[in-house]
Structure formats: structure tokens, C-alpha cells
């Protein structure tokens, strides 16, 4: 398998025994306004604290000079610290496109492989398709919607297909999982 997985989300039978879903993962233009975002914001804090300390403006905006360096000073220190190591994390996360996959369900093998790119390694879980009962569409409204497709597996909890991020349209979401179901010859759920 190529280390390289392509952008894009298209579901596809490839032919008659294999169906398979590319998932997209952090490498979204949203994660890289976020990211930016918090690092402009961190280094702004950092050059605020020592413009304090040193008595010069090394921002372009407001006078950070004349800021009491203790507590004021200090605290931008560590509040731009603390965001700048979490920008450090995030644009790790982005560089390896962390969550990005692929599902396989492959019926000449009688499997299914789903494969995520972890922090340091990429995931595997192959489950035989035999186990899987039922496609479920998962749809919840409200201040943080939800909107995903999983599999009902026997003996186990439920495993979600569909990545993070911008929930999917419902007429989409619907037509994936219906394709799917129809693949595996199984019952839709959740509509």
C-alpha cells in the first residue's frame, strides 16, 4: 500500500468484490486557518513579554513596552508559551495528516480493513465482513451536530466509517450508507 493517501472522499466500487472509502484527515484548509491563527497569536504574546522585559516595541501595534513586566509581562509569556506549543502540536498533526485512511471492504477476502494514519504509526483493524449486521446512519442535530456512518458489529460496539471535521449533507450521508448497505448485501439503519 502506497504511504501517500489521496484527499479526496469519493466511495467507489472498484469492482464487484471490493468497495472502498477515502478518508480525509487533518490536512483541511479550516485546521490550517485554526493553526495559523494560533500561531500568530502565540508569537504576538511571545514579542509582547519580551518588549516588556527590554523596555523596546517589537510589535508594529500598541506600545507593549511600556507594560509592567511583572505580572503583566510574565503572564503573555506564558499564556504565548503555552500557544505556541500547542501550534508546535498542531502543525505536527497536520504535517502527517493524522486521521487520514482509507475503508476496504474487500468480499474476495471476506474482509474489511480500515486503515488511519495514527501519531507515530498508522492503524489497522481488519474485522471478517461476516460479523457486520447493519449499516447505521447517525444523525444529531443541535449547537455541535453529528452526522456519520458506522457499522453494527456482532459482538462488539458500534465502529464509526466517516472521519471528523464539517458534518456531510444528509442526502449524501444517506447515499453512502445506502451504497454500502447494497455492497454487503446488509440493512440500513438510522433513517
Known amino acids: ?14 469492482n464487484e468484490n471490493l468497495f472502498e472509502q477515502e478518508v480525509i484527515g487533518s490536512r483541511r484548509p479550516s485546521n490550517y486557518l485554526i493553526v495559523s491563527m494560533v500561531t500568530i497569536g502565540g508569537i504576538g504574546f511571545l514579542l509582547a513579554s519580551i518588549s516588556s522585559y527590554l523596555g523596546q ?3 508594529p501595534l500598541g506600545h507593549p513596552s511600556t507594560l509592567i513586566f511583572v505580572p503583566q509581562g510574565l503572564i503573555m509569556g506564558f499564556y504565548g508559551l503555552a500557544a505556541s506549543l500547542i501550534a508546535i502540536y ?25 486503515t488511519r494514519r495514527g501519531l507515530r504509526k498508522k492503524i489497522v483493524v481488519e474485522i471478517p465482513l ?5 449499516v447505521k446512519l447517525e444523525v444529531k442535530e443541535g449547537l455541535n451536530p453529528k452526522r456519520r456512518i458506522s457499522l453494527r458489529i456482532q459482538g462488539g460496539r458500534d465502529l464509526p466509517l466517516s472521519g471528523v471535521g464539517k458534518p456531510p449533507p444528509l442526502a449524501e450521508l444517506e447515499q453512502e450508507g445506502a451504497g454500502l448497505a447494497r455492497f454487503l448485501g446488509i440493512s440500513l439503519e438510522g433513517i
Open 1 to 14: 500500500m502506497p504511504d501517500e493517501l489521496p484527499q479526496n472522499l469519493p466511495s467507489s466500487p472498484t
Open 57 to 59: 516595541d517589537f510589535l
Open 90 to 114: 498542531l502543525w505536527i498533526l497536520i504535517s502527517i495528516n493524522f486521521g487520514a485512511g482509507r475503508n476496504s471492504f474487500n468480499k474476495g477476502t471476506g474482509m474489511l480493513s480500515i
Open 130 to 134: 461476516n460479523k457486520v449486521k447493519a
